[in-house]
């Protein structure tokens, strides 16, 4: 499910980039396939408490999964929302190359890729590495912030566009704090405790 959603992000991004209609309507049927991974993960998990009645580290690895499953899906809706402004913005020429906005994107996929491997080999390594990403794509998102708002200071006629780039950032940031919030329950399957790692790396958007 992590990998399938990553490549939603992917398709995505690049129907936003190419303005390919055909990609962004693709991305946005495959939301269905991240629903029934979903309910299928959803209901194994359901099982495994109910038959094998798991006590501490597997329960808490049961329980995690339960909730990344909610992270993961949520990262497939951002993609279908970034598809949908892809489609919207298609027949538009744009006002600039979309670099900020694909860097965000390759680190947002990094991260989900590494908070979803970090939980399949109980690995800290990564987990620190997703918190520290975090602080990147945070920072990504400040500079396209910056850089779209004195573009429309300067010309109100590109408000429009500039919002809906805005937009899509904001999409890609909330993808990085999904990713966040995997990495942190890999966290708690080892340690036993849940707290909020963001906080000691800077602070959560």
């Given amino acids: 499910m992590g990998a399938y959603v990553v490549e939603m992000l992917r398709l995505s991004m690049e129907a936003m980039v190419k303005q390919d209609v055909n990609l962004a309507r693709k991305v946005i049927a495959m939301d269905d396939t991240a629903d029934e991974m979903d309910l299928q993960i959803e209901g194994i998990c359901m099982r495994l408490l109910g038959h094998q009645q798991p006590l501490s580290k597997d329960l808490r690895i049961i329980g995690t999964?339960?909730?990344?499953?909610?992270?993961?899906e949520r990262i497939g809706d951002f993609a279908v929302d970034i598809a949908k402004t892809a489609r919207r913005l298609a027949t538009q020429e744009y006002f600039k190359p979309l670099i900020h906005?694909?860097?965000?994107?390759?680190?947002?996929?990094?991260?989900?890729?590494?908070?979803?491997?970090?939980y399949v080999d109980l690995n800290l390594d990564l987990v620190a590495q997703v918190i520290e990403e975090d602080d990147t794509i945070d920072r990504l998102y400040d500079?396209?912030?910056t850089e779209l708002l004195e573009a429309m200071?300067?010309?109100?006629?590109?408000?429009r566009q500039a919002v809906w780039f805005l937009h899509v950032a904001r999409f890609l940031?909330?993808?990085?704090?999904?990713?966040?919030n995997v990495a942190e329950r890999v966290n708690y399957i080892e340690t036993g405790r849940l707290e909020t790692l963001r906080e000691t790396h800077g602070p959560a958007s």
């Fill in 153 to 159: 200071e300067r010309d109100p006629q590109l408000i």
């Fill in 101 to 118: 906005l694909s860097e965000m994107a390759r680190t947002a996929e990094h991260m989900v890729r590494d908070a979803v491997e970090a």
């Fill in 173 to 180: 940031e909330r993808v990085g704090d999904h990713a966040v």
């Fill in 143 to 145: 500079e396209l912030f």
């Fill in 65 to 72: 999964a339960l909730k990344i499953i909610t992270d993961l």
